[in-house]
Each structure stands twice: as C-alpha cells, then as structure tokens.
C-alpha cells in the first residue's frame, strides 16, 4: 500500500484506515480519476462554472479514463465495482459537481435505464455508443407540477399501431439539450402504467431549453421540455419498463452514488480550509494556532469521517447485493446535509476569499444544494425511512 500513502490527504485524513478496505482495481480506479481531477478539472473548472459554459473537453475524457457505464457489464462499458463506481463519483464531486452530475445522469440514469429496463438488442443498440459518448443520454421523469410525487407524471404515450406518440411537459431534465438519447417515463392512456421510451434527437415534437438562472452546477445544463405529438416506434419503448416500479429501480440504484457525491464535496471543502487555515496569517501567526479555529476544523473532520463510514458500509452492501432503498435514502440524506455543513463551514473559515472561485470552496458550497435536492428531497428521504422503521407511510 506503500504508493497509496498520499492519499489520506484526499480522504480528508483517513483517521478511521478506510482505505485499507478497498482493493487495488477499485484504487486503480480512484488514482485515475484523481489525477485527472488534479491536473485537468480544477486549473479551469472555476471559469466554466462562472459562465455556464459546458467543459466539453473534460466531458470527452471521461469515455478515456474508462468510467462511463457505471457497473454495467460488457457494451464497452466501465464495469466497475460498486464500491469503485462510489470512488469514482466521489473523486469526480470533489473537482467539480457539474462533471459529475453529467456522468451521473448520462451513465447511472440513461445507461442504467437501458441496461436495467431495455431487451438484449435495445442493449446492444445503444450502450456502446453511450459509453463511448457517441450518443449522450438523458432521463426525462420529472415534471413542471411532479416532482416529489413523480409517480403522479401526466406526460401520457398513446399506441397508434407501431408507434407510440408522447404528450408533456418535463422539467429539470439534466443534458436534455444536448442529449442524442432521451429516456421519457410517460403513461400508457390505455392501461394507466407508467412505461419507458426512448427518444433520438432530433425529433420532431421534442423541443428542449435551457432552464436560466441556476446558480448551483452550472457547468451543466438542465431543461424545460416539451412533447407535442412526438412519434417514437415501438422498438424504442424499453421492454421492461413496465411499471413506475422498474422507474423506481434505476432511481434506487442512484440514490446512494449521491451519497458519495456529497463526500466529494465535503472532502473539497475540508481540505481547502485545512489548507487556508495553515497558510493565512492573522494577527503575526496561521489561522490554525487558534483554538476556535482547530475546534472548528475537528469538527470538520468528525462530521467527514462519518461520511466515509456511511459510504464504505453502502459500497460493501451494494458488494454483496443487499444495499436496500431506504439504506441509500438514508445514507443520501445524512451526507448531503452533513456536507451543507462542512461547505458552510469551510466558506466561513475562509472570510471574504471564501467567496471567491479561485480558492474553489463557494463552487462546492452552491453545488451541494442542487444535490441535496435531486434523487428525492431531504423530507422525501426522511419520510421513506420513516415508513420504514414505522411502518405507517405519511404519504401517498
């Protein structure tokens, strides 16, 4: 483990010897990331993000560091570990949320959607080119009126012989502008189940913009988008998507990613200050030979290494594959409002250059708040694992 030791630094210091419990093919992995995130993500990220602009030629390297396509096996796809696809995620987060919320949704939403829910030949069809990024995906559930109560969507697919045609709106649709393929969960009129289909752009009913003003992950693009008459054959509708339950299942299997995502965060945040506090001089010495400030950052750190507690334990029970959906709502809602924390923390920490984009924290700190958000809400969360240890659903 002697060419590993640097990166308890990146783990924001491995008090707890979390990364004696990976192997080499999952550090393998993180190591490959890492240096992409070191010497490529954060030397520009920052400009980017400041004007909304799309990093494509980070996104083209994705497809090179072989970590498109999640877990998924054979089509050219990463194939990683559970455990490695959390690595990943969490390494991608801590250099930059929009880079990682466009694999996040291209692979763990649009590819997953396919490889879970779609026949062999609608696999071979189109997962190759998705991991190699010919064709880039998107998934369209979300809805301008159905957000947490997704499975209410009104967006409606009608049979005329050999075709489906699609009605709707949806909204909050990562990639939806530049996505080739766009996976629509709408409702079949005839049998009320919710069905899954996939649309290739262009197409002509399919208009898609660009949703303004967003101040977290801005160097992705979400979109309003409207389904007028849009005609999608009956070979695009995914086989297996036969139910709002198999919708449900692609969104299980990423809800815990979201976990380590928020880690990513946190530990960029964590380090920054760390980094601050050791350089900045106040007073005649560094911000860190003040005991308010060591206490802060312990904290810090406390708060931290339960993040990694929690997703080391998701990562060895998605493993053995027991992780539940209410495991991963839980880990999603403990480690997205644990790393609010750390980032506001760290922003403070840093006084007026806590707001700036070159010392990177104010990035994470607004990007921590659309994760927070999306995958289902803390009050979601909150009340999935309610019903769970209850046993009385508060919800519909």
């Not at 060591?294 to 334990?313: E, G």
């Not at 920490?349 to 700190?365: A, D, F, Q, T, Y």
Request: net charge negative.
């Amino acid at each position: 483990m002697a060419e590993y030791e640097h990166l308890g630094e990146a783990l924001g210091t491995d008090f707890f010897s979390v990364r004696e419990q990976f192997t080499t093919e999952q550090w393998e992995k993180f190591i490959a990331v890492r240096k992409f995130v070191d010497e490529e993500v954060l030397p520009d990220i920052g400009s980017y993000w400041e004007k909304a602009e799309l990093p494509w030629h980070l996104f083209r390297r994705l497809p090179e560091l072989k970590i498109v396509g999640e877990d998924i096996d054979g089509y050219g796809a990463a194939g990683m570990s559970p455990m490695a696809c959390g690595l990943v995620h969490m390494e991608l987060h801590r250099g930059d949320g929009s880079l990682g919320t466009f694999l996040g949704v291209h692979a763990g939403l649009a590819m997953q959607s396919v490889a879970m829910c779609g026949s062999e030949e609608q696999k071979q069809r189109w997962l190759p080119a998705m991991s190699s990024l010919e064709k880039i995906g998107a998934f369209a559930l979300t809805e301008p009126q159905h957000g947490s109560d997704s499975i209410a969507l009104e967006t409606t697919a009608r049979r005329d012989g050999d075709y489906w045609i699609l009605n709707g709106s949806k909204r909050w649709i990562g990639n939806g502008t530049i996505a080739d393929l766009v996976v629509v969960w709408a409702r079949d009129t005839d049998s009320g189940d919710v069905k899954g289909f996939v649309v290739e752009t262009p197409a002509e009913g399919y208009a898609a913009t660009v949703i303004p003003g967003k101040v977290s992950l801005r160097s992705v693009w979400q979109a309003d988008i409207e389904l007028t008459d849009v005609r999608v054959p009956d070979e695009n509708r995914l086989e297996n998507a036969r139910s709002f339950k198999d919708c449900g299942k692609v969104l299980a299997n990423t809800r815990g990613i979201c976990a380590w995502m928020a880690l990513g965060h946190a530990t960029a945040g964590y380090d920054a200050a760390m980094r601050y506090a050791m350089a900045r001089q106040q007073f005649g010495k560094p911000l860190a030979s003040f005991q308010i400030v060591q206490q802060r950052l312990v904290h810090m750190l406390a708060d931290l290494t339960s993040m990694q507690l929690y997703c080391m334990q998701l990562g060895r029970l998605a493993d053995a594959g027991r992780l539940s959906p209410t495991v991963a709502g839980l880990a999603k809602m403990h480690n997205t409002r644990t790393a609010r924390k750390i980032l506001s923390e760290s922003r403070d920490l840093l006084g007026g250059n806590g707001i700036l984009l070159e010392h990177h924290v104010v990035r994470h700190w607004a990007d921590i708040e659309a994760i927070h958000t999306f995958e289902g809400t803390e009050t979601m969360q909150t009340l999935i694992v309610g019903r769970d240890i209850t046993g009385i659903g508060a919800f519909a």
